[in-house]
C-alpha cells in the first residue's frame, strides 16, 4: 500500500472535522452551505439547523423542487420570512443560529458572519456561534482565525465535545502538533469515555508516522467503540509495524461486517503482497475494483500489485542456477 493509499482515507477516520454532510433533518430540508457540503454539528447546532428547516418548509414559494429546497431562485421569499422572524427575536439565539446557516447556505458568508459576531457579542459564553465563526474563517482560508474562534468556543464553553476535535485538527493543519495532542489531552482528562478523542489523537499520531504510541492509543478507543473506522486505522499501523497476521484479522473482521469496505480489501490486499502472495493480492484489489469501477485509485493500486508480481517472479528466475 503506498503512501497514497495510506494517507488518502485518513481525513474520513476523523470524528468532528471542518465541513461535513450534514443528514436530512427532521423536517425532510436540506439546507445547502457549499455546492455539495452542509455544516454538521452535534446536539444544539443540529437542531438549529432543523429550526431552520422548518421555518424555510413552512415559508417555501411554490418554486421549490420537492424536499430539497434551496437557498436561491424561488426560495429567496423563505429566506426572507426567515430574516424577518429573527430581527423580530435578537435574543433568540437559536433562531439566530439558523439564520446564520441559512445565509450561508444562500452564498451570503459575510451577512452570516455579521450574524454569528452579534451572537457571541449578546452572549460570549454562546460556544455554538464562536465554532461557526471558526468555520466561516476557514470557509475564508483563515486558518488562524478558525484556530481562534474554537479556542474561544472551547474558553465559552468547556463541555462542548466537537470544539476540542475542531481545535486539535486546526492546530494540526497549522503545524502545530504538539498543541493539537494537548487539546485532545485536554479532551480526554474531561471526557474519558469519548472515543473520538482517542482516534484523533491516534489520527495525529499516524501523521507524525508514530506507530507505536497510535496503536496504542487506537487500541484504548477500539475497547470503547470498535467502529470500522478506528480498526482500518489499527490495520494500518499493524502493517507499518509488519504485523502482517494481525492486519489480516483486522481487515477481515471489517469485510465480515461489511464486504464493500474498499480500504479494507486495499489492506487485506497489501497485507498478502508484503509476504510476496500476489495472487491473493491481486485476486483483492480486483474484487474492490468491481465494487467501485470507476475509482482511479484502485486502477493504480492494481498496477502497482501486478508491477510487484512481475519484479517477483523476475527475482526468482535470476536466483535459479
Known amino acids: 500500500m503506498n503512501r497514497r493509499w495510506i494517507y488518502s482515507f485518513l481525513p474520513v477516520l476523523l470524528i468532528v472535522w471542518l465541513l461535513l ?16 457540503d452542509s455544516f454538521d454539528f452535534d446536539g444544539t447546532a443540529e437542531q438549529a439547523i432543523q429550526y431552520a428547516s422548518a421555518y424555510l418548509q413552512r415559508h417555501a414559494t411554490e418554486g421549490a423542487v420537492g424536499q430539497q429546497l434551496r437557498l436561491r431562485g424561488s426560495s429567496k421569499d423563505a429566506l426572507d420570512t426567515l430574516e424577518r422572524q429573527a430581527q423580530l427575536a435578537p435574543t433568540d439565539f437559536t433562531l439566530q ?44 482560508k483563515d486558518l488562524n482565525g478558525y484556530v481562534k474562534h474554537f479556542e474561544q468556543a472551547i474558553q465559552a464553553d468547556p463541555t462542548y465535545v466537537p470544539a476540542y476535535n475542531s481545535l ?15 487539546v ?9 469515555d469519548e472515543t473520538s478523542f482517542f482516534s484523533n489523537r491516534a489520527y495525529i499520531y499516524v501523521s507524525q508516522e508514530r506507530w507505536e504510541a497510535a496503536q496504542e492509543i487506537l487500541q484504548q478507543a477500539i475497547a470503547k467503540q470498535p467502529t470500522e473506522h478506528n480498526r482500518v486505522l489499527l490495520g494500518m499501523i499493524l502493517l507499518k509495524r509488519q504485523e502482517y497476521e494481525r492486519a489480516r484479522a483486522v481487515y477481515t473482521s471489517i469485510l465480515e461486517a461489511n464486504p ?13 503482497k508484503k509476504q510476496h502472495d500476489h495472487t491473493k493480492a491481486i485476486a483483492l484489489i480486483e474484487q474492490a475494483i468491481a465494487i467501485e469501477p470507476a475509482n482511479k485509485d484502485l486502477h493504480d493500486e492494481l498496477r502497482e500489485h501486478q508491477e510487484a508480481y512481475r519484479n517477483w517472479k523476475n527475482q526468482e528466475k535470476s536466483s535459479l542456477p
Open 21 to 36: 454532510s450534514i443528514p436530512p433533518s427532521s423536517a425532510g430540508v436540506t439546507i445547502p452551505v457549499h455546492p455539495q
Open 97 to 140: 443560529t439558523a439564520l446564520g446557516v441559512a445565509l450561508y447556505g444562500a452564498s451570503r458568508a459575510k451577512e452570516a458572519q455579521r450574524v454569528f459576531e452579534q451572537v457571541v457579542h449578546m452572549n460570549p459564553s454562546y460556544a455554538i456561534g464562536h465554532c461557526y465563526l471558526g468555520y466561516l474563517a476557514h470557509y475564508e
Open 168 to 182: 486539535a485538527m486546526g492546530y494540526l493543519v497549522i503545524g502545530y502538533s504538539d498543541a493539537a495532542l494537548r
Open 184 to 192: 485532545l489531552t485536554q479532551g480526554i482528562a474531561r471526557f474519558p
Open 260 to 272: 464493500k469496505s474498499i480500504v479494507a480489501l486495499a489492506g487485506l490486499a497489501e497485507s498478502y
